[in-house]
């Protein structure tokens, strides 16, 4: 089993590649705020699209107790998947933007 420590670098590598693939806009820049002393990973986007303005969480992912709680995810690949692929079991990953009522249709854990 992964330490919380291996989930930590898991996620940000994850989130670091996703950045990657998603910086394509030139007036935009794709951020990424990593606290691990909180738990907290966040990737978004900061910039402008013509005259509107653009501040958009693409993913916001929280270590909560034993568990990877997916808080926002708008890519298209879901990084839950990229996370599983990486290492991260699948019972060990929460998708919190889902009801909780609803988790338990998914393979993930429920809470």
């Known amino acids: 089993m992964a330490t ?5 670098d898991i996620i940000e ?3 670091c590649d ?6 394509t806009e030139e007036n935009l820049r794709t951020l ?18 013509g005259y509107k303005r653009i501040h958009q969480i693409w993913a ?3 270590l909560r107790g034993e568990k990877v709680w997916m808080h ?7 990084i839950a998947n990229l996370l ?3 290492g991260i079991p699948n019972q060990s990953i929460v998708l919190a933007f889902h009801a909780p ?11």
């Open 13 to 15: 590598k994850t989130l």
């Open 4 to 8: 919380l420590e291996q989930f930590a």
């Open 72 to 78: 926002e995810d708008g890519t298209e690949v879901g």
């Open 32 to 49: 990424m705020a990593f606290d691990r002393t909180h738990g907290q990973f966040l990737l978004l986007d900061e910039g402008w699209a």
């Open 101 to 111: 009522v609803m988790r338990s249709a998914t393979d993930f854990a429920v809470a």
């Open 60 to 62: 916001h992912v929280e």
């Open 18 to 23: 996703c950045a990657q693939r998603y910086a």
């Open 84 to 86: 599983v692929k990486a």
